[in-house]
């Protein structure tokens, strides 16, 4: 007998509640592959289109369509081509790569598959946090299995494709998570963007065309080939469809990772999913999207909608979803200056406004450590933020400058007072 | 012919090459545009994010530097929003900056200096402690480099990369902590062309380095001198002599560069031992002479000159006018190669500068610049002669000129043309005279390539108005 995934609640989770389906078998058995077979029967221009239709948003933190993305790119087949995979999640507060890496290999597997039959790359990199070691040996394993089985490899299942996937470990550099910085560092280069344009998608791996994508976005394509666009449609809103991964990390009783329809409030996933604030505290903000996106006070956490336009409409960003709860107890400078030595410490040191801006404001916010500080550093470091926006190669001065920006926004009493309190030796 | 586009930048139109760089179009149409890390030579990096515009139809900022002119695109840079930014990252790269302007041989010709003077004051709020790195590093052949200074604009790590490629620099950590790393010493030939494309002073020229302020100098436009190759320089001097040799752009020859071998061409000029009038040989001693002795001597002589292949072809032809129909022998002395026959860039194993010029005067003027003429007029050589050699200006090989000297021992007179006591062999002459050097006198020569190339006089230092054609004239005694 088959074990059946639960399709009917999940995109991208419905596998994991069964035991050892990180083995190509036990996947197998409940269902998987059946999806990639079938595409192999489709035009690969039929495949991109629904991809399109379902209006997949891309799941590393921009949110650009996914089919529309795969429309840049060239339909000449014999053209050399790469896909890659991004799995270098390094935001701080995101760990659902991770967590459906590790639990279900194959799903992402299966998708890279498609996507590679759909944009007739001949050659894929899953690009994976350094940090991530066990999990980069979870992938190793199931390639071997799915090279085994012929689903990889040359002429896949006699279709006369071929398609050849490798692992690649970072050295655990944040920057290499952006698409162009993670090229360098497959290239055998230091970890530093590249100018756009040119786009990866027409120059991008050894001058070649590349498309990279999220984990999380190759791994619902499974799912969409299999039910179809309109399926997918059935959760979320017109603007974000489809169900989301949500990291949740910080003040709540259970945090992790969960799967829901993408306009769920923040609110039911904290109290429903998440069991609610730890030890009955009081909630003080969330940072809905990742480290980079700008902080919501208690109010607006409670009735924002986790989609594109809900968060945006309320000044932040959805991002990868990594929702970091704070409850009472927190002090924003703290979180502040732990997101300012982050990006600090992350920059690759390029561009000016980077390279200097991350370092200026770690500092600013640090006056009092030399006994310089005034209540108007705050409004220096909001100018500092601003004045970083929009200027570089890539977009980590804006992920250290939004938060910033909102922290102040948000909680300018508290670190007006931060700054200038010295701590009681 | 490349198709032209026309475009707006500011407000005032330009027309460049459709497809060429958006900032080179309007830097090349005098508009003024702040910028660190594009150079023309180089891949563009578009890291210092100075050369930030704006385009109707073109929802953000982006940097000129990688961007492409495009028929009817109007951009602009002086809007209230790009200037603000302009100056906000004009701050950032004055933030970890030391500001020692006072000591800084850069000053004057820096562009950190020159912009923020321009575009707004350093902020004098910046109470923060500076990131400190090493401000005196040795990084071989001549070149200094302060890391405190260093603006990472990755021209240096580029030109290593790109234009030598022998990958001695490159950008060591990352973020403010990120620092120019020395892989290994500078080995390259070319590295002076660091100093040059370094915006700012953080390289420098160990030779140049303190000797003079850049505002007491003046530059002339001429040609090296030191291979056949030709590279367009620029000298820059002042009445107490010459102190540097830059390349000057030129399409043709040597593009952005000039090789280090040519930056030294101008040591002579200004040196100890520049000769500033006529010496007499007493026991091995030049001491100063009136020259209408030498001219005495010389009467009744047959005159014989050996030409050096380092003069301007208006200097052959006078010469040769001088002597028309006159009695006197002429060959020339072509210096031997040296090193490899082409280094890949631009150093050229044959040194004579004017090898073709030459050749083409002595054939116009019905004589043989042959070795097979040389060697006759060598083999002819008497105590009834008065001979004249023009010493190179350069002379690479020292051993092969002395055996030239030391076959007209001869003669019963021996003067050497030259611009100083440069060899200890010249104590075979028994005069020096006085001639220009290259950057004394107003000439052509002819490259390799067979492209004409201007010699320009900027200083008087020497002797400038006697040249060869000047000592011909005594063949009419
Ligand atoms: C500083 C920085 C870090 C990033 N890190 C990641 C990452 O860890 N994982 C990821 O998928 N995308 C990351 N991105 C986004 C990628 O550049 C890229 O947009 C994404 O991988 C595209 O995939 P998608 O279209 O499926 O979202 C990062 C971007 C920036 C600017
Ligand atoms: S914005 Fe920062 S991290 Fe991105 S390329 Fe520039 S310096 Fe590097
Ligand atoms: S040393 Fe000069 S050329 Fe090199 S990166 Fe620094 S500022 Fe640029
Ligand atoms: S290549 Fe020759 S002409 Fe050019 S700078 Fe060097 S020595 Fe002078
Ligand atoms: S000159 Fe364009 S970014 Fe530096």
């Not at chain 2, 200097?315 to 020339?332: D, T």
């Not at chain 2, 090898?355 to 007029?377: H, I, M, P, T, V």
Request: charged letters at 25%; one cysteine or more.
């Amino acid at each position: 007998m088959k074990d059946s995934a639960n399709y009917k609640d999940y995109a991208l989770l419905s596998y994991h509640h069964i035991p050892g389906v990180h083995n190509l078998e036990i996947f197998e058995r409940a269902g998987g592959y059946e999806t990639m077979k079938a595409c192999f029967d489709k035009d690969p221009e039929a495949i991109k289109e629904e991809v399109k239709q379902s209006g997949l948003r891309g799941r590393g933190g921009a949110g650009f369509s996914t089919g529309v993305k795969w429309g840049f790119f060239t339909k000449d087949r014999s053209a050399i081509k790469y896909l890659l995979c991004n799995a270098d999640e390094s935001e701080p507060g995101t760990f659902k790569d991770r967590y459906l890496v590790e639990k279900n290999p194959h799903i992402l597997i299966e998708g890279m598959i498609i996507s590679a039959w759909a944009l007739g790359t001949q050659k894929g990199y899953i690009y994976i946090r350094g940090e991530f070691y066990h999990q980069a040996m979870i992938l190793e394993k199931a390639i071997k299995e799915a090279y085994a089985n012929g689903y990889l490899g040359k002429n896949i299942l006699g279709k006369g494709f071929d398609f050849d996937l490798y692992v690649h470990r970072g050295a655990g550099a944040y920057i290499c998570g952006e698409e162009t910085g993670m090229i360098s560092s497959l290239e055998g280069k230091k970890g530093q963007p590249k100018l756009k344009p040119p786009f990866p998608a027409i120059k991008g791996y050894r001058g070649l065309p590349t498309m990279v994508n999220n984990v999380e976005s190759l791994a619902a394509i499974p799912w969409i080939m299999k039910f179809g666009a309109n399926a997918y449609k059935q959760w979320g809103t017109e603007k974000s469809p489809g169900t989301k991964l949500f990291s949740i990390s910080g003040d709540v009783n259970k945090p992790g990772v969960i799967e829901v329809p993408l306009s769920t409030t923040l609110k039911e996933i904290i109290e429903v999913h998440c069991g609610g604030v730890r030890n009955g505290n009081k909630l003080k903000a969330v940072i809905p999207g990742g480290s980079s996106a700008p902080i919501f006070n208690a109010e607006d956490s409670l009735i924002v909608k986790m989609d594109y336009e809900d968060v945006a409409a309320k000044g932040s960003m959805l991002g990868s979803g990594a929702i970091i709860v704070l409850d009472e107890t927190r002090n924003m400078g703290e979180v502040l200056k732990w997101t300012l030595e982050f990006y600090h410490h992350e920059s690759c040191g390029q561009c000016t406004p980077c390279r200097e801006g991350t370092g200026w404001m770690e500092k600013i916010l640090k006056r009092k450590e030399i006994g310089v500080a005034k209540k108007s550093d705050i409004e220096l470091l909001d100018k500092t933020a601003a004045s970083m926006r929009g200027q570089t190669i890539c977009a980590l001065a804006d992920a250290a400058a939004m938060p910033t920006q909102g922290m102040i926004k948000v909680f300018r009493n508290e670190l007006e007072q931060y700054v200038t309190t010295v701590a009681k030796k | 012919m490349t198709e032209k586009v026309k475009f707006k930048w500011n407000g005032k139109e330009i027309e460049a090459d459709k497809g060429s760089n958006l900032l080179k179009a309007a830097l090349d149409n005098g508009i003024e545009v702040a910028h660190y890390c594009y150079h023309a030579g180089l891949s563009v990096a578009g890291v210092c994010r100075m050369c930030m515009v704006e385009q109707d139809g073109v929802p953000r900022p982006f940097p000129a530097c990688n961007a492409s002119c495009g028929e009817g695109i109007v951009v602009r840079n002086d809007t209230p929003k790009i200037k603000s930014s302009i100056e906000a990252t004009l701050s950032f790269h004055l933030l970890n900056h030391p500001l020692d302007c006072p000591v800084c041989d850069q000053a004057g010709e820096c562009g950190l200096q020159d912009y923020y003077m321009k575009h707004g004051q350093y902020d004098s709020q910046m109470v923060d402690k500076k990131v400190h790195k090493d401000k005196v590093q040795d990084i071989g052949r001549n070149v200094m480099l302060d890391a405190e200074r260093c603006i990472l604009c990755s021209r240096c790590t580029r030109f290593t990369e790109e234009v030598t490629k022998t990958h001695e620099l490159g950008i060591l950590n990352r973020g403010d902590h990120a620092e120019i790393t020395v892989n290994e010493k500078l080995k390259n030939n070319y590295a002076q062309n660091l100093v040059d494309i370094c915006p700012v002073g953080a390289l420098t020229s160990k030779d140049f380095r303190f000797k003079q302020r850049v505002w007491f100098l003046e530059e002339v436009q001429t040609t090296c001198i030191g291979c056949e190759t030709g590279c367009s320089v620029k000298v820059s001097e002042n009445k107490n002599g010459a102190f540097r040799v830059k390349p000057s752009y030129d399409h043709e020859v040597n593009g952005h560069w000039m090789c280090d071998d040519g930056r030294n061409i101008y040591k002579h000029v200004s040196g100890a031992l520049r000769l500033f009038g006529a010496q007499e040989n007493l026991n091995g001693l030049f001491v100063p002479v009136d020259e209408f002795k030498t001219h005495q001597l010389a009467k009744g002589k047959t005159l014989k000159f050996i030409l050096s292949t380092g003069l301007t072809n208006q200097e052959y032809e006078k010469f040769f006018e001088k002597i028309k129909g006159k009695s006197a022998q002429v060959a020339l002395y072509v210096l031997p190669n040296q090193g490899e026959d082409f280094d890949g860039l631009l150093t050229r194993g044959d040194k004579n500068p004017n090898l073709r010029g030459a050749r083409k005067a002595f054939e116009d003027a019905g004589y043989d610049s042959s070795q097979n003429a040389l060697d006759k007029l060598l083999s002819s050589v008497s105590s009834n002669d008065a001979i004249f050699v023009v010493v190179p200006e350069i002379i690479y090989n020292e051993d092969h000129f002395n055996t030239l000297i030391s076959k007209v021992e001869k003669a019963g007179l021996k003067i050497a043309l030259t611009h100083g006591e440069t060899l200890s062999t010249l104590r075979a002459f028994d005069f020096l005279l006085p001639i220009p050097t290259f950057v004394e006198k107003n000439g052509d020569i002819i490259n390799f390539q067979n492209k004409k190339r201007a010699l320009r006089s900027g200083i008087s230092y020497g002797e400038t108005s006697k040249d060869v054609s000047y000592y011909a004239g005594w063949v009419n005694l």
